[in-house]
């Protein structure tokens, strides 16, 4: 599979709150994670790689390949012990009270793909028919768009955007919403903190991702483009585009 990260602090911010990664497990299969943390700079810096160090883990120590719903449980498993561990972490350290992060992640396999995430990071599908989200953001703002009292519109627009309604480690307990999909060769898995998808549009991404002459150069210039549109906030994407023709039987 071509597959590639990127994350830098940007144009603004001091401290680079972001954390991802993708991983190889011992069947060979990937793992990608894209996470935004939060609650001041050690907090959220904390936050954010506490979850990663930990998907990591799990992921590289993983011997047998996942059948779909195997793999789905197994995220939404791993994101309840992320959140476990990052809430009990925050509990420790007075300095560290009330961090969280977000996080998205895909297990990447010739056949399917299963994403996971908690929070506003983002995962996106392309094919050859187009782009798609296929997450929801857990935020104020969409939560309000969903029920039909903010248009699409106002909601990009809305002051309280960036108030999430879910993250990892801000609650004993915490609810992760998880699907599994087929994919073939050339279709392509995106996820990407909100510096990014705030800057850059999907279809944006899909297009280089889909046009330059490996990922690891789409990447680069893509998180470029959102840094050079302001800036703001730290910048992030992960991706995987698979070189596999096969698909595998969903169980």
């Known amino acids: 599979m071509k597959q590639a990260y990127k ?6 911010r001091r401290h680079n709150e972001d954390a991802a990664g993708i991983f190889k497990n011992q069947s060979g299969e990937y793992l990608a994670v894209v996470c935004d943390g939060m ?6 810096d904390t936050a954010s790689a506490a979850a990663l160090e930990i998907l ?3 992921w590289e120590h993983e011997p047998f390949p996942l059948l779909p719903e195997e793999a789905r449980a197994w995220l939404i498993n791993r994101m309840e012990k992320v959140n476990a561990a990052i809430f009990e972490l925050s509990r420790q350290d007075v300095y560290l009270q009330g961090m969280g992060t977000t996080a998205v992640a895909a297990v990447c396999t010739p056949g399917f793909i299963a994403i996971a995430h908690v929070g506003d990071s983002r995962a996106y599908v ?4 187009g782009v798609y989200q296929k997450t929801q953001d857990h935020s104020l703002v969409n939560e309000l768009r969903l029920r039909g009292e903010l248009t699409e519109q106002e909601a990009e627009s809305h002051p309280r955007k960036n108030v999430l309604t879910r993250a990892l480690g801000t609650d004993k307990n915490v609810k992760c919403d998880a699907s599994v999909m087929e994919w073939d060769k050339g279709e392509g898995v995106f996820l990407c903190s909100d510096g990014l998808s705030n800057k850059v549009t999907s279809l944006e991404i899909a297009d280089l991702l889909q046009s330059r002459s490996s990922v690891e150069e789409a990447v680069e210039r893509i998180v470029h483009k959102a840094n050079d549109r ?10 995987v585009i698979n070189s596999f023709s096969m698909k595998r039987r969903m169980q």
């Not at 994350?7 to 603004?12: A, N």
């Open 126 to 129: 392309f094919d050859e028919q």
């Open 7 to 12: 994350t830098i602090t940007g144009k603004v």
């Open 230 to 239: 302001g800036g703001e906030d730290n910048i992030t994407i992960a991706a």
């Open 56 to 58: 990591k883990k799990e």
């Open 39 to 44: 609650g001041g700079h050690q907090a959220g």
